[in-house]
Structures are given as structure tokens and as C-alpha cells.
């Protein structure tokens, strides 16, 4: 049965409650630099200095820290939304840019569905697969359905390629393939490693999506 239109269908890769875990962890790292630096500051410049430059280190990155603990990213109708300090809209009928990028940060892979468009021309970043080695996460299986379906109904040639492109990951999965044999895992790989976010030639998608039948 299809989702309800008004239905919020999450897009988060990483559960909530490990999103805020990583978030601590990052939030006393940023105490921890901001003490260090104050600390050299002071050495130098005397306390009230030091305290200044810890402020002015810390405080920032808390702040970024507390916005991505709060990251939470969702498919509702044909509209994809993200929270962090605000809340960002994308139709995905109504696009302007639609492109996948890869990052590549220690190591871990991350597969990312970039879209820009209508109502306000705002840009979302959806992580559709994050891969380590020979394993990784995915986004869920009726997430990438019901992001496939949208993106189908979108009327634009470059979301239909993507469409299919997140189907062969769905029939990859379907058939038990492990990660090095779905679609997202070959396309993450080709990447050179050290590039921490590149995106991927619509051209090459389009050829790629083309081989997978």
C-alpha cells in the first residue's frame, strides 16, 4: 500500500540516538580545544585573553555540534525537508540541481543525493549509503522506494536515471548482494581516495545506471 502523502518518511542514515552520542563526543572535543587554545592564549597573553580565545573557539563549535544532533532529514509527499538550526524545503518537482556527490572522510565513504530547487531554492544533502571497507549502512528499504517513486514522478530525464539508480539498489539488496556488489557501494568506489567531497558526472551516472539491466 502506498505512503499517505502527508506521511513523514525518515531519510536519516545514522539513528537519532547515535547522531546525539557522536554529537557528546564532538561537543567535549570542542571543549577541549577551546580550553587548549585559551590555555596557550593565557600563556601568551594573559588571562583574560585566554578566556576570550577559548570562547571564541568553543562556543562555535558547540553550536555546530548541538545543530547536527538536531539533524533530522524526511520525505513528505514529493518534498524532502532537513532540521538543523532551521528547517530547509526542497520539491522534489520542482528542481533545480539534482547531483550525487561522494565524500570521503577517514576512510568512510558517503553517498549523498544533492538536490536544489522550489520553494525557495534551498540545497539538501540526502545521504543515501555510507560504506567503510567492504560494509556499511544504507538508508531503508522503503525509504529508497518511496524516494525512487518521487523522483519517477519528478517529469525531469536526470531524476528518472537517479529513480533507477536507487531501484538496482533496492533489486541488489533484494537478492542478498553484499555491499561491494550494489550500486551505490561500485559508484562510491570510483571515486579517488583523499577527494573529500566530489560530484559525480550526471554523464557517467546516466552510463553506469545504463550497465545495471
Request: proline residues 5%.
Amino acid at each position: 500500500m502506498a505512503a499517505p502523502e502527508s506521511e513523514k518518511i525518515t531519510l536519516d542514515l545514522l539513528e537519532p540516538a547515535m547522531t546525539r552520542r557522536r554529537a557528546r563526543w564532538a561537543g567535549v572535543a570542542s571543549l577541549l580545544v577551546g580550553a587548549a587554545l585559551g590555555g596557550v592564549v593565557g600563556l601568551l597573553g594573559g588571562r583574560m585573553a585566554g578566556l576570550l580565545a577559548a570562547v571564541a573557539v568553543a562556543v562555535p563549535l558547540l553550536l555546530l555540534t548541538w545543530g547536527e544532533s538536531r539533524r533530522r532529514v524526511w520525505l513528505s509527499g514529493q518534498h524532502v525537508s532537513v532540521r538543523v538550526l532551521g528547517t530547509r524545503v526542497v520539491d522534489l518537482h520542482a528542481l533545480a540541481m539534482l547531483d550525487l556527490v561522494v565524500t570521503d572522510t577517514r576512510g568512510t565513504r558517503v553517498v549523498g543525493l544533492l538536490v536544489r530547487g522550489g520553494p525557495k531554492g534551498k540545497t539538501i544533502n540526502v545521504a543515501l549509503a555510507s560504506y567503510a571497507g567492504t560494509g556499511g549502512r544504507e538508508l531503508g528499504v522503503f525509504a529508497l522506494r518511496r524516494l525512487a517513486d518521487v523522483l519517477a514522478g519528478a517529469g525531469e530525464p536526470r531524476a528518472l536515471v537517479y529513480s533507477e539508480l536507487l531501484v538496482a539498489q533496492l533489486r541488489a539488496e533484494a537478492r542478498g548482494e553484499p555491499a561491494p556488489g550494489r550500486p551505490l557501494f561500485q559508484l562510491a568506489s570510483v571515486v579517488p581516495p583523499g577527494k573529500l567531497a566530489r560530484r559525480l558526472h550526471p554523464d557517467a551516472v546516466t552510463r553506469f545506471v545504463a550497465t545495471l539491466g
